[in-house]
């Protein structure tokens, strides 16, 4: 069935870096732009990023722009968040999702948790 | 990239009709027929319920329909049941990005 699993969440300290991945099956991953949502802890859903189905075009949340980068593997089935110089307020629920002018499928979401 | 603006909260009782608002610009909302609504249960990923304003994905109830007018988008529930009680977000596209409301909370009285 149509699935995307995130992983490589977990805790961090302010200004390290971490990578998240996000495997899709199911569906022709190549046919599709990829976005990455968070969401803070008792808070709303916030956009972060999102790549074209063929890497072309990548674009980021001015709240991380010049800290994360999308990316994606079309051989691997993969999108990509690479998050450098983290900071507390990153602290959030990532999912990634399949993007169509709206998201139709969501993966479960992994927990990245920035504390000293 | 500023928030669509949702009321925090709404509340029915079963049976009753709710709407939610979601308001924009023209440069999101008004701008687009991008307009999606999303159910988010506790610790659940958030379900798509309407996209293109209008457009339920199979599957989705009936009782869920989207409207928009010039910069605000409404997410209509009828016959309100129990398992409705969620946060419900809406969404737009925008030139370069994608724009969420702050969410409402819907309780089922």
């Known amino acids: 069935q149509v699935q995307l699993v995130e992983s490589g969440g977990g805790v961090v300290q302010p200004g390290r870096s971490l990578r998240l991945s996000c495997a899709a099956s199911g569906f022709t991953f190549s046919r599709f732009a990829m976005h990455w949502v968070r969401q803070a802890p008792g808070e709303g859903l916030e956009w972060v990023a999102a790549?074209?189905?063929?890497?072309?075009?990548?674009n980021h949340a001015d709240s991380v722009k010049g800290r994360f980068t999308i990316s994606r593997d079309n051989s691997k089935n993969t999108v990509y968040l690479q998050m450098n110089s983290l900071r507390a307020e990153d602290t959030a629920v990532y999912y990634c999702?399949?993007?169509?002018?709206?998201?139709?499928?969501w993966g479960q979401g992994t927990t990245v948790t920035v504390s000293s | 990239q500023s928030a669509l603006t949702q009321p925090a909260s709404v509340s029915g009782s079963p049976g009753q009709s709710i709407t939610i608002s979601c308001t924009g610009t023209?440069?999101?909302?008004?701008?687009?027929?991008?307009v999606s609504w999303y159910q988010q249960h506790p610790g659940k990923a958030p379900k798509l319920m309407i996209y293109?304003?209008?457009n339920r994905p199979s599957g989705v109830s009936n009782r869920f329909s989207g409207s928009k007018s010039v910069n605000t988008a409404s997410l209509t529930i009828s016959g309100l049941q129990a398992e409705d009680e969620a946060d419900y977000y809406c969404?737009?596209?925008?030139?370069?990005?994608?724009?969420f409301g702050g969410g409402t909370k819907l309780t089922v009285l």
């Open positions: 969404s737009s596209y925008t030139s370069s990005s994608t724009v």
């Open positions: 999702a399949r993007g169509e002018g709206w998201f139709s499928v």
């Open positions: 023209s440069s999101d909302v008004g701008g687009y027929n991008y």
């Open positions: 293109d304003v209008t």
């Open positions: 790549i074209a189905f063929d890497g072309s075009n990548k």
